[in-house]
């Protein structure tokens, strides 16, 4: 951009009058900027809300447990399990403390059907949790 003094102001200034100016305009960058923040206001609800999962079948390694494999099995119609144990909900968190007092690793693995809320899984977890259990292995099935 050039601005014209004169040539009484400069006299090295350019033949036609004007001088070169040295500020730098950020007018565009901060355009382009706004065009981008707004696309990506409007794109990521989109992404979080726009994907289907189909639950619970993943394609996954089997992991290895130290000590016997303890397994919580809850079936689509809401009987729980441990092992080949059936416990009701209520006693969960007291079985499992009974079955953990003396386990140095406290891993379990949860296998629980597709067709189950999602708020009931939560509640089985939340049983284990406060059975000190910390860690928990979600079972699904294979897919090949």
């Known amino acids: 951009m050039f601005i014209s003094f004169g040539d009484r102001d400069d006299k090295k200034s350019f033949s036609s009058g004007y001088k070169l100016m040295s500020d730098i305009n950020i007018t565009p ?3 382009v900027m ?3 923040l707004v696309i990506f ?3 990521a609800p989109i992404l979080v809300h726009g994907i289907k999962v189909h639950l619970p ?3 996954a390694r089997a ?3 130290p000590e016997k494999t303890i397994v919580v099995s809850v079936t ?10 059936r416990v009701s909900l209520p006693l969960l968190t ?4 009974i079955l953990y007092r003396n386990r140095r690793d406290k891993q379990i693995f949860l296998k629980a059907s597709s067709a189950l809320p999602y708020g009931y899984v939560i509640r089985i977890m939340a049983a284990i949790k406060d059975a000190g259990i910390t860690k928990i292995g979600m079972v699904t099935a ?3």
Request: proline residues 0%; glycine residues 4%; hydrophobic residues 50%.
């Open 29 to 31: 960058f901060v355009d």
């Open 34 to 36: 706004l065009v981008l």
């Open 41 to 43: 206001m409007v794109t």
């Open 57 to 59: 079948a993943a394609h």
């Open 63 to 65: 992991l290895k447990a």
């Open 76 to 85: 689509s119609g809401r009987e729980v399990y441990i092992n080949n144990l």
């Open 94 to 97: 007291q079985k499992l403390n």
């Open 142 to 144: 294979n897919l090949k």
